[in-house]
């Protein structure tokens, strides 16, 4: 535990910062007025840098595999990542390395382990027998392209077939080539001049292990004998073949074909298709073939005891079905159903009540992976109805705008969340438990509970539940149900300023403890909620609309800008009876014909039903000026102990008291310097100076066209969100002009150099590095709060840094942080009696802060972080005490005031993918942790810390990412992770029967070592593949060994360990070439990447 003492500290400050010593006599003047330790107990042990969970859906998915035994779902993407899926809570997140496309996943059933072929041509083993699976072997294939591999269950023995026609056999214990080959020319008839294509299926019978299917794109296919070498009959068919199915007999086999088509083979007669089906054809009179319809993708072909076999089929609807959605079939005897899909669909799989493919099959479920979407099928109730999807899957329903988290809420919070978001829940889905339950769940280490927020561009917020490292949605609330909707572009004369979604959140302002909501949205408008467990019906939506202007005019004083007050609530008049448009002096187009004191979005007039839940308390809009539509808040803040809330943007600044439905603050931002403005800068109006020039504007009045300002945050190109950061970095002839507001902070604090004591007031942050204070005088709590205005006036004091101010925070005199004032949340909707009424009077807090009992001349410290630097500032003295300057090159996206380990720190993440954390007050660097680079706006606009270590951003358009930054959670992260590999006995194999024994009937077994082994059929070429030793290595191997594969492994283990210590010089080079290579490829795709962007387009 490290003491520290201002006064030793000022003495020596110069190592800190030369700007600080520059006034150390003042400072240490003010220290020796009263000697102030502070103990920061937080040292860089206490930090370590890890990634925890990965939620949401996989981005851009690829591959589905099933284990029927272990009941694990994995899911591949086209960018090498890999997803597993068991019980509810138990997930998984791996990365290939290459970042190849994964093309096919293929369990080893049972056996704690799959194998997953790249579009790289790499074949790898995962060992998921520990908590976070590792490659234990990878194959690259030199010469020849992977499209379809095909591991029997119970096999060792991997077939992977091949873009020439050629299929090869892996060892899936050593990862190594069997010398067995089958050879295209070999498969086909000698006969044939073309080419057959590429394979796109192999399976062996059911019955007989010593018959493999080979299905070639062509058309053809063979069943081809391995221990005679040679072709056993061959089926052509003039159509593509896309996939083939068995039936468990073994006697037939299902294909889909490029036309929509079905045919049904007899395996022992190859010349015609015992059965041609179009499922979605028209049938045509004179006995004519179907139309043709599009391509059938797959078809799985199940057997039942009690009935009819199922046909689940995807794609192959008509061509002139056209803008309908994508389908999957299930035809069942003479039933067929077309289930509609949201998306089109990348896989399915059914899943069998048996592992065994020479079993009835039993299906019970199918899983369809979609493009952006996960549906489970109930196959064994009528009308297929869906299981409810406990996966938190649905980040992405609508794109995800903003986000917020929050550590160490109020234990009643999630519970209250939960309650109003179980109403919304909807119903028909299947009776049955998610049939996907493989896995056990990890230790809960951390009790406290966390809450994500997430913005979405429809207008949308979850709230989701976090705690322990899951994540489950608790609440949705759908902001723009309280705007009209336009029907058609005719109808929407103000919400062209926004390219398409106008309801979209920018930012997200709550206050756990009162439950106060606050969100303003791309169309610059801001809604307050307030929590209620009753539901209740608005008859008039309360609304204000707010003129935020950059000019000064010195006729006419701020006040004159303001709309006039409402009556008080209860009264009972009509609120919407003062909204601007009733003013002589203003109306909805100016003199010049110019749209005018219009909102962007129009308000629904007519009464509003509100659920339980959150429950609209006030719309602000900002409105149209001369022709200039409203800029986008940049900033917002919410205090329900203040009962005001207060945003800004470019223009300026606007506060509200929500209580009394007033405006109180309507500031140009230079207005707000008064006479003390740094720049000098000539103020005026943005219309009168110049003839009015359509819908462009002036260089010096922003360098976009007015539509560019109001775009939807889903555009990653001109996202407001992210200007402000580059105006510190970038010389524009704009930045003197417009100076946006972004940051806010309510506090009780002291507001001037000789305060004697702290009170309410809020500290404005700029772009341009300035802080202002502005002094609140509020009415006393009770009805008087109600009917006292609340004063609100400049304070003159200001401070400066360097880059946009991006976060304050408060600690008193032992480097505690001061909360906010807030106000206890309670049911508003439910009438007090007079002891509550009395309680409230007493309870209305200005202040929870401890600062408030503390002696009169107790200070306090300002923390203040910008893109460039942070300062401790002590109060009421503002000496700044401590500085550092934290980049010089880059700049900040996110600074958070965080605790951690009962103490508090400043997190910040920067544009150069650098996360850092500083002590407080003394700011020491306790972590600089290179993480990520910023690719993208997404990540900027969504990254953020929040207290005991845990941060979160979005690292896809449809999954959230969460690490930490404590290092008692990287610890403790093993025990809380889940496990996906439960040991499981596999099912007995089915009876063969007496009779079926006694003639030789049922499934034909092979010993595959007596062909494929080395003895046999010998080694294969050096060049086709070659080995790379995973990092699991051969303590993966022992890890894994069990089961039918792993007693195989236990008995070579010894002779493996040998063998591998006299081959590792050479796995190691194998490993440094291909690492070497694989850098050198990715380093010329950056490089191509990026070669032409701007560094700010990063």
Request: proline share 7%; with cysteine; aromatic share 8%.
């Amino acid at each position: 535990m490290r003491k520290f003492n201002i006064r030793k500290v000022l003495d020596g400050l110069t190592a800190v910062s030369s700007a600080a010593s520059a006034s150390s006599a003042a400072q240490q003047q003010q220290a020796g007025n009263r000697e102030t330790e502070i103990q920061e107990t937080l040292q860089s042990e206490h930090f370590q840098l890890c990634k925890t969970v990965r939620h949401g859906f996989p981005y851009q998915p690829s591959a589905l595999a099933f284990d029927p035994v272990q009941k694990i779902l994995a899911i591949g993407t086209q960018t090498g990542a890999l997803r597993l899926f068991g019980r509810p809570g138990v997930e998984c997140y791996c990365q290939h390395d290459s970042g190849a496309a994964v093309i096919q996943l293929q369990f080893l059933i049972n056996e704690g382990a799959l194998v997953s072929a790249l579009a790289d041509d790499t074949l790898h083993l995962w060992n998921l027998r520990q908590k976070r699976p590792a490659i234990l072997h990878s194959l690259k294939f030199n010469r020849e392209r992977i499209t379809f591999c095909h591991l029997p269950f119970q096999s060792k023995w991997l077939y992977v077939g091949t873009e020439r026609g050629n299929i090869h056999i892996v060892n899936v214990e050593s990862f190594t080539l069997s010398g067995y080959v089958i050879m295209w020319n070999k498969a086909i008839e000698l006969s044939s001049k073309s080419h057959p294509g590429p394979v796109v299926h192999i399976s062996d019978n059911p019955m007989d292990e010593g018959k493999l299917l080979i299905g070639f794109e062509s058309g053809t296919v063979v069943l081809w004998d391995l221990k005679s070498k040679k072709a056993d009959y061959r089926y052509t068919h003039d159509e593509a073949i896309h996939s083939v199915a068995w039936h468990h007999e073994g006697k037939q086999f299902i294909c889909s074909h490029s036309d929509g088509t079905l045919t049904i083979w007899n395996v022992k007669s190859p010349t015609k298709p015992f059965q041609t089906i179009t499922p979605h054809g028209k049938q045509l009179k004179d006995g004519k073939k179907p139309e043709p319809c599009k391509p059938i993708l797959k078809v799985e072909y199940k057997t039942t005891r009690a009935g009819e076999p199922f046909i689940i089929l995807s794609g192959g609807l008509s061509y002139d079905t056209v803008g309908r959605r994508p389908c999957l079939t299930v035809m069942h005897g003479k039933s067929t159903a077309v289930l509609e899909m949201d998306y089109s669909i990348v896989d399915f799989l059914t899943l069998c009540e048996t592992p065994y493919p020479n079993d009835f099959q039993e299906p019970y479920a199918v899983v369809v992976l979609l493009e952006k979407d996960l549906v489970l099928i109930d196959l064994a109730q009528n009308g297929y109805p869906i299981f409810e999807n406990p996966y938190p899957l649905t980040i992405h329903e609508s794109p995800v705008t903003c986000c917020e988290y929050f550590a160490d809420c109020p234990v009643d919070l999630i519970p209250a969340l939960y309650s109003v978001g179980a109403r919304q829940k909807r119903q028909g889905y299947s009776k049955k438990e998610w049939p996907i339950s493989g896995g056990n769940w990890g230790l809960i280490t951390q009790s406290y509970p966390e809450i994500i927020i997430t913005g979405h561009a429809d207008g949308s917020i979850k709230f989701w539940d976090a705690s322990a490292i899951t994540l489950q949605v608790l609440y949705k609330l759908k902001t723009a149900k309280v705007f009209e909707k336009s029907r058609n572009k005719d109808d929407r004369p103000n919400t062209d300023i926004v390219d398409e979604d106008p309801y979209a959140i920018q930012i997200i302002s709550w206050c756990p403890e009162s439950r106060m909501l606050c969100i303003a949205g791309v169309s610059a408008h801001v809604i307050i909620y307030r929590f209620s467990k009753q539901e209740v019906t608005t008859e008039i939506i309360p609304m204000l609309e707010v003129r935020l202007l950059y000019e000064i005019n010195d006729t006419e004083s701020p006040d004159g800008e303001q709309v006039p007050p409402l009556p008080t609530p209860g009264t009972g008049s009509n609120p919407q009876s003062i909204v601007p448009q009733s003013h002589p002096s203003t109306s909805s187009s100016s003199s010049d014909g110019l749209r005018d004191n219009v909102p962007c979005l129009k308000v629904k007039n007519s009464p509003l039903k509100q659920s339980p839940g959150y429950q609209i308390e006030l719309v602000i809009q900002l409105v149209w000026v001369s022709g200039e539509p409203p800029q986008q808040i940049t900033s917002l803040a919410v205090n329900s102990a203040y009962g005001l809330v207060v945003f800004g943007n470019c223009n300026g600044i606007a506060m509200v008291d929500y209580l009394q439905k007033t405006v109180l603050l309507n500031l140009g931002t230079i207005e707000l310097y008064g006479s003390n403005d740094p720049y000098r800068r000539e103020p005026r109006s943005p219309r009168k100076s110049r003839q009015p020039s359509g819908g462009l504007c002036d260089i010096n009045e922003g360098t976009t066209v007015p539509e560019d300002r109001c775009k939807s945050p889903t555009s990653d190109v001109k996202d407001n969100s992210f200007s402000r950061s580059r105006s510190s970095s970038v010389t524009s002839i704009d930045k003197e002009s417009r100076e946006a507001i972004s940051a806010l902070h309510f506090c009780e604090t002291f507001t001037r150099k000789n305060d004697t004591s702290p009170s309410p007031c809020l500290w404005v942050g700029t772009t341009l590095g300035t802080v202002l204070v502005i002094v609140l005088n509020l009415p006393p709590g009770g009805e008087q709060r109600l009917l006292q205005p609340v004063i609100v006036s400049p304070s003159g004091t200001i401070l400066r840094l360097k880059g946009a101010i991006l976060r304050m925070a408060f600690l008193d005199t032992t480097g505690s942080l001061v909360p906010p004032a807030h106000e206890p949340w309670r049911e508003h909707n439910v009438p007090e009696d007079k002891d509550e009424k009395d309680k409230s009077k007493k309870r209305r807090p200005v202040s929870v802060s401890p600062s408030s009992s503390q002696e009169i001349s107790e200070n306090q410290y300002a923390v203040i972080c910008s893109e460039k630097q942070a300062k401790v500032i002590s109060l009421p003295s503002q000496n700044c005490i401590y500085k550092q300057n934290i980049t010089e090159t880059s700049f900040v996206l996110r600074g958070d005031i965080v605790s951690l380990s009962n103490s508090i720190c400043l997190a910040c993440f920067c544009a150069n993918g650098h996360i850092m954390t500083f002590s407080l007050p003394s700011l020491r660097p306790l972590l600089d942790v290179y993480y990520l680079p910023l690719t993208n706006m997404r990540i900027a606009r969504t990254f953020c810390f929040t207290n005991n270590g845990q941060a979160l951003y979005l690292v896809s358009p449809t999954e959230i990412q969460r690490l930490t930054y404590s290092q008692e959670t990287c610890e403790n992260l093993q025990e809380m992770l889940g496990e996906l590999f439960t040991p499981v006995e596999t099912p007995e194999a089915p009876n063969r029967g007496f009779f079926k024994g006694l003639f030789g009937g049922g499934a034909q077994s092979l010993d595959r070592e007596e062909l494929f082994g080395e003895s046999a059929a010998g080694k294969a070429s050096r060049s086709l593949a070659q080995h790379i030793p995973g990092p699991g290595g051969i303590e993966g191997v022992k890890g894994a060994a069990s089961g039918v594969v792993g007693e195989l492994a236990r008995a070579r283990l010894a002779l493996d360990e040998r063998g591998q210590k006299l081959g590792e010089l050479e796995e190691k080079t194998a490993a440094m070439l291909y690492s070497a290579d694989s850098f050198s490829k990715h380093a010329h795709e950056m490089m191509l990447k990026y070669k032409d962007k701007k560094w700010y387009q990063f």
